[in-house]
């Protein structure tokens, strides 16, 4: 019995929970990333390669919340397509940034990312989400057109964070409820992550082995994530990922 503990590959065992923790935070707001890209590293992965690999997680994560969120009937289709192809070829940009960047130089601006995901998560405006009038067509859509080609180029640069600038974005400006933004938000990301996959893959950047059992974590966290209250569930891990955060980017930039 103690030579199957002692053979058990603990790696395994922890991005399977930074994937779950990761899958259930980013469906609900966002910030997951800032778990798993720096778990990659620390698993011995280069920079480049983390990133890369983190994005089949995602992919099948915010694929999953998609059918997730439709299957209790939740959708902003054809607003969330349109965004997700704009988006898309944003992050064609942003990953080919993210694959030519050197691993020091990335690492700081990880850090510096993750300082700034803190204070968003710590001081994001707060709505009332009730009564509000959707504006998904005319002017809002082609300025939201716009908006989200410049988040598919940070997207397909880094991702972390990226859920909480979608979820202040969509309610302010398109006037959705929380829970339609999360739906756009996961549908959004899954449609661009796949010029990220393929940017990444054709630089040989992605550790497929370690994606997919990443993925099996992300991929439980966001469906029950989806179909559970988005309203109560960032508050079970706002703390904790705070701190999570902190960490990482106190390692990043100084060891």
Do not use: H
């Not at 399977?16 to 620390?42: D, K, M, R, S, Y």
């Not at 390669?49 to 009937?73: D, E, H, M």
């Amino acid at each position: 019995m103690m030579d199957i503990f002692l053979d058990f590959d603990y790696n395994v065992l922890l991005l399977v929970v930074a994937g779950f923790v990761a899958g259930f935070v980013n469906t609900i707001a966002g910030g997951g990333t800032l778990l798993t890209l720096p778990a990659l590293i620390f698993m011995g992965l280069p920079p480049s390669v983390a990133n890369g690999t983190n994005r089949i997680a995602i992919f099948l994560q915010t694929f999953t919340g998609a059918v997730g969120f439709k299957s209790k009937g939740v959708s902003t289709f054809p607003f969330s397509i349109y965004c997700g192809i704009s988006a898309l070829l944003g992050s064609l940009i942003g990953a080919k940034i993210a694959v030519d960047i050197k691993g020091e130089t990335f690492n700081r601006i990880l850090a510096i990312v993750m300082i700034a995901v803190v204070l968003l998560i710590v001081f994001k405006p707060k709505m009332n989400f009730q009564e509000l009038k959707e504006r998904t067509t005319g002017k809002y859509l082609w300025i939201s057109i716009i908006v989200f080609f410049f988040l598919g180029i940070y997207g397909g640069f880094i991702n972390a964070g990226i859920g909480f600038l979608m979820l202040i974005f969509l309610p302010y400006v398109n006037r959705m409820t929380l829970i339609k933004a999360n739906a756009t938000k996961v549908t959004i990301v899954c449609i661009y992550t796949i010029g990220a996959i393929v940017m990444f893959y054709l630089n040989n950047k992605i550790n497929w082995k370690y994606g997919l059992i990443l993925s099996t974590g992300n991929i439980a966290g966001a469906w029950i994530s989806s179909r559970w209250s988005v309203k109560k569930g960032d508050k079970m891990v706002r703390i904790f990922l705070i701190v999570m955060v902190i960490i990482m980017a106190i390692k990043l930039w100084f060891f």
